[in-house]
C-alpha cells in the first residue's frame, strides 16, 4: 500500500533531520492578551527575512527553529495590534509576548475582525475558526447566542431545521461530530431538545471545526470534529461580564488565584423558568428550564509547567404536573497538565471525566427511568517542534465507557412496572497516533499521519441467536422480524467479547503555487465505534448511545478533499473553495416498525449499511474595511442504503440509495457585519437551504376506522426550501467610566416572518374526517433586545 | 424585575404567535391503486361469541379520504385441516361474511384466501391465547389543569410464553376508539394493564375493554398503527414506515396488498364509570 510506503519515507527524512539541525537555535513561548492573559490560538508567528513561520498552539505556546544572526521577529494576529521585535539570537530564546487588542490601541474603527486569516501554506484545509466575538455579533433567535447555529452559516454545514439539536457536517449524522470541550467528548450539544446550544459564549474563547483533512490526533467520529475551548480566565485583574436576554441571563467572574500565575473563571447561565410551557398548552404548576455552569482553574507553576482544572456542568429540567419529570445534561471535569520536556517538546496530559445522564420520571404511571453514558478518558499528546520543516505531533489515548441504557424502577409499591435493568454495556477505546508536519520544499508542505485505534467491548450479558442471526427475514411477506434468542450467556467483566484493531491513515498535501494562491488535497479514514440509536430526524435527548460489539460493526469513513485557496487584495479578501467525496461503511438502518426505546436487544432491529456523501463548498470572506463578512455556497448530495444480506433480502427500502434526512442540494448562507462607528454595528445573515428530504404518502386506504397513509419511497419528496433574513444592531455607548462597559444587541430573527416548515405531518382530522397536511414551524419574526455588560 | 417581567411576556407573546402549525396545501403523487383487506375472526372468550367477517376496499389519492369497496371478490378461508369456509359480499359493502361459522380452534392456522380482478391473495395467521381481563380499576388524575378518568384493565400475563395482545376502548362517549398495544418484556408473569385516559368520562358511561390475542407479525402491525395515528408531529418524529401487511399477491407480488388478515380470542368486559 502506498500510504505505507509515505509513512515509511517520512520517517526516513525525520533520521535525516536529526543530523543536519546542529547550528540553528530554538525560538518558543507563549503568546497572550495584554489584559487578560490569556493565552491566544492561532497567533501568526513570522520571520519575514527567512521567510520562516508558525501559529501558536491551542496553549498559546509557539517554537520555532532558526538560524543564528539578526532577524525580525512579527507576531500577528487579527484583532490585535502587531508586534515587532528585532532577535539577535545566539543561544535558545524564550519569548513570551502579550498583544493588545485593537480596539484598544486606535481611535478609528476596528477594521478588521477576528476572522481566521486564510492560511495557504499549512496543509490542513476544510476547517473553520470562528472567533467568539464574530459568533457574539450575529443576529440570535431570540437574541440567545448560540455556538451551534453559528456554525451552520458556514460552507458544508446544516443542522435538521429550526428546534432540531445538533448539527451536519458535508452530508453526515449528528452523531458523527466529535464535540470537545477542553478536549472532552460532549454526548448532547442542546438544551430545550434543541432551541439552543449547551455552550455560554462568555466562557468560550475559540471554536474550530475540522470537516476534512482531519489530523491524526483526533479520532472516534466519521464526520467532523469541533474543538471548543473555554477561556482560561484573567489573571491579571477580576472582572465580570454577564447578559441579561430574553431566554436566559448570563454571569461570568474572572480574576487572578495568583497575580499574572494563576486565575478562575466561573460563569454561569440560566433560563427563565416556566419557558416554553404555553407550547405544551398547559397551566398550573409547570417548570421547564435550563442552566448550565462553566468552571476553571489554571494555575502557570513555572516556565515549563502550566495545570488547568476545568468542569462543565449543564441540566434541562421538565417538570409537567403529575404527568413526567425529566432531567439531563452532561457533566464534564478535567485536569490538564502543559509541560515543558524542551523548548521544542510540547506536552499535554489530560484526565477526563464526562458523562451524560437522563432521567424520566413518569408519576402518572409511578415509574421512573435512568440511563447514563460515563467515560473516563486518558489522554497524552505532544507537539514535537524539531526544526524549522518538521513538526511532529503523536500521542496516545485510552477511555473508558460506561453504558447504562436505562435502570426502569417503580416509584410506588402499587407501581405494576417491574424493576427492570437493562444490561449495562462496557467498553474501552483506545489509540495511537503520530503525523508529521513537513515543509517538502518552499513551496509544498505535507502533513502525514496514522492511528491505530483498538475497541475492545467489555463482558456483560448478551443473547445467543439461531446462527447467530438477530433479525429473521420473512420472505413470503417481505419482513424483517426480531428473532427470538436461544439463549442468554452472562461473561465476566474481564471477558473480551469483541475486539476491533483499526488503522486510520491520514494525510494532507499542500501546494503553494504563488503569494496569493494555494492548492490542498487530503485524504483521511476515520473509525466510529459509537452509534447514536435514533430514527428519528434529528437526535432526542432520550436517544441511546450504543458501542460497537458483536453484532454491530464500528462506521468507517474515507473521505478525498481537493481545495483551491486564494487571497486577493493583500488579504482583505480570501477565496476557498473546496470539493469533496466521502463513503462510510457501516451505517446503521432499522426495521420497519422498530422500538428503540428502552430495547435491551437492540441488535433485533438493526441493519447495517452504507453512505456517501459528496459536495462542492465556496467560502469567500472579507476580512477588512468597514463592511466585513463572508458568503458560503455548498451544493452537496448525501445518501445512504441497507440492502438485503443475501440476495433473497430486499433490504430496507428496497435496498436503494435514498438521501439521508440531512441531504440539503443547495445551502447559501451570506453573513456580514458593518461597522458604521464606534457606537454602532449592524449584522446580517442570509440562509437559503434546500428543503430536507421527507416521506410523504402517496394513498390512503380504511382500517380499523382509521385513514392510513401509504407512504412513498423513503425521503423521495422535499420540505419547502428554508430561508430566512435576520438582522442585528449593537449599540456601545460611550464608557462612563473605566471599569463599566455596557452594550445593547437588538436584533430581528427571521425578518420577513418566513414560515420555514421544521416538518409536515398528515393526519386526518378529527372534525371534518378529512385528511390533511400539517406544517409545523417554530421560529416565525422574533424581535429581541439583550443586554450586555462587563466590568 | 419588571423588566424580565415584560421580556418574559414577550417572549411567550412571539413563542405563541410564531410556532404553531397550520394546514397546508401539498401536491402529493398517487401510486398504483391497490387492495386493502380487513380481516378479522374474532372469539369472545366470555360470551362464547363470534365475530368473523372480511372488509375489501381499494386505496385512493392521499386527499380523498374514503373506502372505495373492492366488490365481487372471492373470499374463502381454509383452516388447519383443510376445512374451507367461503364467504359472501353483502350487497355491494365490500364486506364479506362467512356462509358457516368458522370454529374455534387455539393454536391452529388459518389461512384466507382472496380472488379478485383475476388476482389471487393470500396470507396465514395462528390464533393465539389471550389472558383475560381480571379487573377494572378506576382513579381520578389531574391532566393539564383537568381532572381525567383513569381506567385501567387488568390482566395475568402467562409466564411461558411470549404474548402479545392489544387494548380495545369503546364508548359512546369517547370521540374515538382508542388502543394500547402490549407485549410482556417488561412484566412476563405478573400484572398488566391497558389504560384509557379521558377528560369528557362522566359517571354512568358505559365502556367497553377489549383485549385481543396477536400474533408478533400482527403485534409490529398493531404497534405502527396505533404509534403512527396518535404521534403529533414535530422534530422528533420518527421516519414513517408502511404498515406490512400479512397477505400476498400471488399473481403480482410487486402489486401486494395492504391492511391485515387477523384472528385473535378475545377477553370483554363492560364497566360503567363510577
Sequence with gaps: ?791 | MMRNTIFLYVLFISIFTASCEDVVDIELNYSNERLVIEGQLNWIKETKQTEQFIILSKTTPYFENQRIPANNAQVEIIDQKNNIYKFEELNETGTYFPLDTIPYNLGSEYTLQIDFENQKYRGSEILNRVAQIIEIKQDSIPLFGNMATQLEAYSLDPEDENNFTYFEFISDRLENTEYNVYRDDFSNGTEYYGVLLDRDLEKGDRVRFRQYSLSKTAYQYWYLLILQNTQQGGPFQTNPANLNSNMVNLSKSENNPLGYFRVSEVSEVFYEVK
Design chain 1, 1 to 791: 500500500m502506498s500510504l505505507k510506503r509515505l509513512w515509511f519515507l517520512s520517517l526516513c527524512f525525520l533520521s535525516f533531520f536529526y543530523l543536519s539541525a546542529q547550528t540553528n537555535f530554538v525560538l518558543s513561548g507563549y503568546i497572550s492578551d495584554a489584559e487578560t492573559n490569556e493565552t491566544l490560538i492561532g497567533v501568526n508567528v513570522i520571520l519575514p527575512d527567512l521567510k520562516l513561520g508558525t501559529t501558536t498552539n491551542e496553549y498559546g505556546f509557539y517554537s520555532i527553529t532558526i538560524p543564528q544572526g539578526e532577524h525580525q521577529l512579527i507576531i500577528s494576529y487579527l484583532g490585535f495590534g502587531s508586534v515587532y521585535k528585532n532577535l539577535n539570537l545566539k543561544e535558545d530564546l524564550t519569548e513570551n509576548i502579550k498583544l493588545t487588542a485593537t480596539a484598544e490601541v486606535l481611535d478609528e474603527v476596528v477594521v478588521n475582525e477576528n476572522v481566521e486569516l486564510l492560511n495557504l501554506k499549512s496543509p490542513q484545509m476544510s476547517v473553520n475558526s470562528l472567533a467568539i466575538n464574530t459568533i457574539k455579533k450575529m443576529p440570535a433567535a431570540l437574541g440567545e447566542v448560540d455556538i451551534i447555529r453559528s456554525i451552520t452559516l458556514l460552507p458544508g454545514v446544516t443542522n435538521g431545521g429550526e428546534g432540531a439539536s445538533g448539527f451536519n457536517v458535508r452530508g453526515g449524522a449528528a452523531d458523527q461530530n466529535l464535540i470537545l470541550l477542553d478536549e472532552a467528548i460532549i454526548f448532547n450539544s442542546s438544551h430545550l431538545f434543541g432551541f439552543f446550544s449547551v455552550f455560554n459564549p462568555d466562557a468560550i474563547k475559540d471554536i474550530k471545526l475540522y470537516k476534512g483533512g482531519i489530523p491524526a490526533n483526533y479520532g472516534g467520529r466519521v464526520a467532523s470534529v469541533l474543538n471548543i475551548y473555554q477561556k482560561d480566565g484573567n489573571s491579571n485583574d477580576f472582572n465580570a461580564q454577564g447578559g441579561i436576554g430574553l431566554i436566559s441571563s448570563r454571569l461570568l467572574l474572572e480574576g487572578p488565584l495568583k497575580k499574572e500565575k494563576g486565575s478562575f473563571l466561573i460563569g454561569g447561565r440560566s433560563s427563565y423558568a416556566h419557558l416554553f410551557l404555553p407550547l405544551i398548552e398547559s397551566i398550573g404548576d409547570n417548570k421547564g428550564y435550563f442552566y448550565d455552569l462553566n468552571t476553571k482553574l489554571s494555575y502557570t507553576i513555572n516556565s515549563k509547567n502550566n495545570i488547568f482544572l476545568s468542569g462543565y456542568f449543564g441540566r434541562d429540567v421538565f417538570d409537567i404536573e403529575q404527568l413526567f419529570n425529566n432531567a439531563y445534561g452532561n457533566s464534564v471535569a478535567n485536569f490538564r497538565w502543559n509541560h515543558l520536556f524542551s523548548n521544542q517538546l510540547f506536552s499535554n496530559l489530560s484526565l477526563i471525566y464526562s458523562d451524560y445522564d437522563y432521567k424520566l420520571d413518569f408519576s402518572f404511571a409511578d415509574f421512573v427511568w435512568n440511563s447514563s453514558i460515563v467515560n473516563f478518558n486518558l489522554k497524552y499528546d505532544f507537539k514535537h517542534y524539531l526544526n524549522e520543516k518538521i513538526k511532529l505531533e503523536y500521542g496516545l489515548n485510552s477511555i473508558f465507557y460506561k453504558f447504562d441504557p436505562g435502570l426502569i424502577e417503580p416509584t410506588k409499591e402499587e407501581s405494576q412496572v417491574q424493576t427492570n435493568k437493562l444490561t449495562d454495556k462496557y467498553a474501552v477505546e483506545s489509540s495511537l497516533y503520530a503525523g508529521i508536519n513537513y515543509q517538502l520544499s518552499p513551496k509544498t508542505s505535507l502533513q502525514l499521519g496514522g492511528r491505530l485505534s483498538n475497541f475492545v467491548r467489555r463482558g456483560q450479558k448478551i443473547y445467543r441467536y439461531a446462527n447467530d442471526n438477530p433479525i429473521n427475514y420473512n420472505s413470503s411477506l417481505k419482513l424483517y422480524q426480531s428473532a427470538d434468542p436461544i439463549g442468554e450467556d452472562d461473561y465476566k467483566r474481564s471477558t473480551i467479547l469483541k475486539n476491533f484493531t483499526n488503522f486510520e491513515p491520514r494525510l494532507a498535501l499542500a501546494f503553494q503555487k504563488n503569494a496569493t494562491q494555494s492548492f490542498k488535497l487530503s485524504y483521511n479514514r476515520m473509525v466510529q465505534y459509537l452509534h447514536l440509536i435514533s430514527n428519528t430526524n434529528s437526535p432526542t435527548p432520550i436517544d441511546v448511545w450504543t458501542p460497537s460489539g458483536s453484532f454491530i460493526d464500528p462506521q468507517i469513513l474515507d473521505q478525498f478533499a481537493l481545495g483551491f485557496f486564494k487571497t486577493l487584495k493583500s488579504n482583505r479578501y480570501n477565496l476557498e473553495l473546496e470539493v469533496f467525496q466521502k463513503s462510510i461503511q457501516n451505517r446503521l438502518d432499522y426495521i420497519d416498525g422498530a422500538e428503540l426505546i428502552a430495547n435491551n436487544a437492540i441488535e433485533q432491529v438493526l441493519l447495517s449499511g452504507e453512505a456517501r456523501a459528496k459536495g462542492l463548498e465556496l467560502l469567500i470572506r472579507k476580512n477588512e474595511g468597514k463592511l466585513t463578512g463572508w458568503i458560503a455556497y455548498t451544493l452537496s448530495r448525501s445518501e445512504q442504503r441497507t440492502p438485503g444480506r443475501t440476495v433473497n433480502e430486499v433490504g430496507i427500502n428496497n435496498g436503494e440509495w435514498y438521501f439521508t434526512p440531512y441531504d440539503k442540494t443547495h445551502d447559501i448562507s451570506l453573513t456580514t457585519s458593518y461597522a458604521l462607528n464606534k457606537k454602532w454595528d449592524f449584522n446580517a445573515n442570509f440562509l437559503f437551504q434546500t428543503g430536507q428530504p421527507i416521506t410523504y404518502p402517496e394513498a390512503q386506504y380504511r382500517f380499523a376506522d382509521f385513514s392510513i397513509p401509504n407512504f412513498e419511497d423513503r425521503n423521495s419528496s422535499r420540505l419547502p426550501s428554508y430561508h430566512r433574513l435576520d438582522l442585528s444592531a449593537i449599540y456601545t455607548p460611550n464608557k462612563k467610566n473605566k471599569t463599566f462597559s455596557g452594550q445593547w444587541v437588538f436584533s430581528i430573527f427571521n425578518l420577513y416572518n418566513r414560515r420555514n416548515a421544521a416538518s409536515i405531518r398528515f393526519q386526518q382530522n378529527t372534525e371534518t374526517g378529512q385528511n390533511e397536511a400539517i406544517r409545523l414551524s417554530i421560529f416565525g419574526i422574533i424581535p429581541s433586545v439583550t443586554y450586555n455588560f462587563k466590568f
